[in-house]
Structure formats: structure tokens, C-alpha cells
């Protein structure tokens, strides 16, 4: 994937920003700039070659993760961020505005009560439930053939265990993510 000049520091300003209001508003318990790169935006970006369809949902994003990466690469795709805490939220619309990212929509509502207009073709999801719970919470989110992209850390065996025998069409990606030796895996699922 080729990343524009513009993206680049598009992506470094939306650092800067999580960085100045992680002081105030804790979005994140990684404090250092340099960390928040492969800790945030290298591990969110990892995702992108699994990546399909125009309209995405980011459930739980919490400080935009990762929703804002995703849409900052891909302007032509409609990124949806969706948390219920107000105080993320708010530092969402900042970012949207402070970026010029048109392609963003933010929604404060929990997932159970969130009523889109138009379903979603990939419900994302980074440390936000389990496979489960995102099976069951998520699926009126989704478009016919969608799918919910759940990011993990180790492989979720039991997890995996819990939702098989649904009908669920279940792929897992081992994902490579530069700068972190943890394990990163994602779990792609058509209902």
C-alpha cells in the first residue's frame, strides 16, 4: 500500500491530537508518542488488506481505533465511529474537524441501541468484546454478506470454541504488526 505525504501527517497530527487530550480526557494508557505509532496506528492499519466494502463501522472505537487510520488511508470509504462514553466522542468530532476527514460519521449510543440508516459492509471491532457477544450485539449492524472484523491479541481458541456450530463462515488472520512482538490475530466472520 502506497501512503501519500499528506496521509503521513495526517496521521502524525492525529497522534499529536491523541496525545494532547490523553492528558486530560485518558484515551489511552500508552502515553508516548513513539509507542502510540505501533501500538496504535501500525496495529490498526495491519487490518487493511482484509478490508472490503464502501460503508465500515468501528464499534467501541474508544479514541478512534481503528477507525480513524482506516479512514485517513482510504478518504473514499465511509468510516462510521460508534462509542458510547461522551468525552471520546467529543474528542472524535475534534478530530474529524481539526483533520478535514469528511469521511467520518460519529455516533455516541451503545451498540444495542444504535439504529443505522443504512447497514454496515464490515463491522470492526479492536479489544471491544468477544466473538460472542460482538455475534450477537452486532449482527443487526450488518449488510447482507457483511462482515465483523474482530481484532485480538493471542489467539482466541476458546473464543473460537464458543461460536462454532453457528453457521458462521469464520476465517483467522495472523497479522504482522512492525514494531510490536506481541501476537495480533483477526477473526473475520460471515453470518
Not at 496495529?43 to 472505537?61: E, H, K, M, Y
Not at 468530532?93 to 447497514?119: C, Y
Request: charged share 20%; glycine share 8%; net charge positive.
Amino acid at each position: 500500500m502506497v501512503v501519500s505525504r499528506d496521509q503521513q501527517a495526517c496521521l502524525i497530527n492525529y497522534v499529536a491530537l491523541l496525545s494532547k487530550w490523553n492528558t486530560t480526557y485518558n484515551l489511552t494508557a500508552v502515553r508516548d508518542e513513539a509507542d502510540m505509532v505501533a501500538r496504535h496506528l501500525l496495529d490498526s492499519l495491519a487490518i487493511t488488506p482484509f478490508l472490503a466494502g464502501q460503508r465500515i463501522l468501528d464499534v467501541g472505537t474508544g479514541a478512534g481505533l481503528p477507525g480513524v487510520p482506516i479512514a485517513i488511508l482510504f478518504p473514499q470509504r465511509e468510516v462510521h465511529l460508534l462509542d458510547s462514553n461522551g468525552k471520546k466522542t467529543r474528542f472524535l468530532f475534534q478530530v474529524k474537524t481539526a483533520l478535514g476527514l469528511d469521511n467520518i460519521v460519529v455516533h455516541q449510543a451503545r451498540v444495542a441501541s444504535f439504529r443505522p440508516v443504512e447497514p454496515f459492509d464490515a463491522v470492526l471491532s479492536r479489544a471491544f468484546a468477544s466473538l460472542q457477544d460482538m455475534m450477537q450485539g452486532c449482527r443487526h449492524l450488518l449488510a447482507p454478506q457483511g462482515r465483523l472484523l474482530a481484532m485480538k491479541g493471542a489467539y482466541p481458541a476458546k473464543e473460537l470454541d464458543a461460536i462454532g456450530g453457528q453457521g458462521a463462515q469464520v476465517t483467522v488472520h495472523s497479522l504482522a504488526v512492525p514494531g510490536l512482538g506481541e501476537h495480533r490475530h483477526l477473526i473475520d466472520i460471515t453470518l
